[in-house]
Structure formats: structure tokens, C-alpha cells
């Protein structure tokens, strides 16, 4: 399985940016994919993951009520919207994919494949 991110940059606080993860390699119904970052000293941490079979989300409570993930299984991608962000969401995006389990477990326990990162900084 392989894992592409992309769209990740500089944006103003209060901006937008939206990224995007494409799948290659398998099958994707059975999996859930979704998006990590990490910032500069601190420890990895998941953001938000769906289930590309039903639609399922899970999303930190950071990130609740500002980012939106979804996406188009005709292309295996998986976006991940982010709206109104802040300077404290500056990081290395990461997507993960992971086969047969739910998106509380992607988003917590971390998943099989990895994409490359993608950064995103928020500042003014």
C-alpha cells in the first residue's frame, strides 16, 4: 500500500488549507484512513480518520467544529479540510491507513502505512 500526501503550506491564522491523501496498492473498502501531525518537540497525535467503507469519522476534540475529512473512494483519497486554523495547529501532516479497524483505533493506535508528511505552518 502506498500513501501520497499533498497540500499542506503557509496559510495566516484564520486561514484554510485543504489536504489531500491518494491510496494505491489494494483494495481500499475494508480500510480506514486518516491524518497525524507532529510538531516540533511533541509526540505524534491523530486529528481525524474515516472509514472508507462507511463514512465514520473520528476527529480530536482540537480540531472538532474547524476541520472536516472526507472522501471520494472512485479516487481512494481521503481530504482533510481545515478551516479557521491556528498557530498551534502548525506541524508535519502525516496519512495512515490501516486495514480492518475502526477509525477510533486508526486515529488512536496509528496505522500499517505511511505517507510521506506534508507541512502545514500557520503564521502571521
Known amino acids: 500500500v502506498q500513501l501520497v500526501a499533498s497540500g499542506g503550506g503557509l496559510v495566516q491564522p484564520g486561514g484554510s488549507l485543504r489536504l489531500s491523501c491518494t491510496a494505491s496498492?489494494?483494495?481500499?473498502?475494508?480500510?480506514?484512513i486518516g491524518w497525524f501531525r507532529q510538531a516540533p518537540g511533541k509526540e505524534r497525535e491523530g486529528v481525524s480518520c474515516?472509514?472508507?467503507?462507511?463514512?465514520?469519522?473520528y476527529y480530536a476534540d482540537s480540531v472538532k467544529g474547524r476541520f472536516a475529512i472526507s472522501k471520494d473512494f472512485s479516487k481512494n483519497t481521503v481530504y482533510l479540510q481545515m478551516n479557521n486554523l491556528k498557530p498551534e495547529d502548525t506541524a508535519v501532516y502525516y496519512c495512515?491507513?490501516?486495514?480492518?479497524?475502526?477509525?477510533?483505533?486508526?486515529?488512536?493506535?496509528?496505522?500499517?502505512?505511511w505517507g510521506q508528511g506534508t507541512q502545514v505552518t500557520v503564521s502571521s
Open positions: 495512515t491507513a490501516g486495514r480492518d479497524t475502526t477509525v477510533q483505533a486508526l486515529c488512536i493506535r496509528e496505522g500499517d502505512f
Open positions: 496498492g489494494d483494495t481500499f473498502d475494508a480500510y480506514a
Open positions: 474515516i472509514s472508507m467503507s462507511d463514512g465514520a469519522s
